[in-house]
Nanobody, 125 residues
């Protein structure tokens, strides 16, 4: 499956953005989907993930209550709605797909099989 993320941009602190990740391939609905991010000078970190049947979501503590992940299997697209953005949310955001079915595996980048190219989110203070 090929993934393409878009929707990043420049936003003021407190603002919102919605990222999208479009997937190609007929088997999209069999993948759990995740979002990761890499801030300047930092390691890549987990942001959120959603199970393949949209039956469960998990979030990093740093974004819980502010970000919402969702998916539309008919459109082969996963979304990340980001509200109450903070300057520390500035990063390149990547979407990824995994065949793993255990929620515990969704947090680890090494367990993902496919990655998108990333989209830059910049939050100004």
């Amino acid at each position: 499956v090929q993934l393409q993320a878009f929707g990043g941009g420049l936003v003021q602190a407190g603002g919102s953005l919605r990222l999208s990740c479009a997937a190609s391939g007929r088997t999209y609905s069999t993948y759990a989907m995740g979002w990761f991010r890499r801030a300047p000078g930092k390691e890549r970190e987990f942001v959120a993930a959603i199970a393949r049947s949209d039956i469960g979501t998990v979030y990093a503590e740093s974004v819980k209550g502010r970000f919402t992940i969702s998916r539309d299997n008919a459109k082969s697209t996963v979304y990340l709605q980001m509200n109450s953005l903070k300057p520390e949310d500035t990063a390149v955001y990547y979407c990824a797909a995994t065949t793993r079915v255990k929620v515990d595996d969704y947090y680890h980048a090494d367990d993902y099989d496919y990655w998108g190219q990333g989209t830059l989110v910049t939050v100004s203070s």
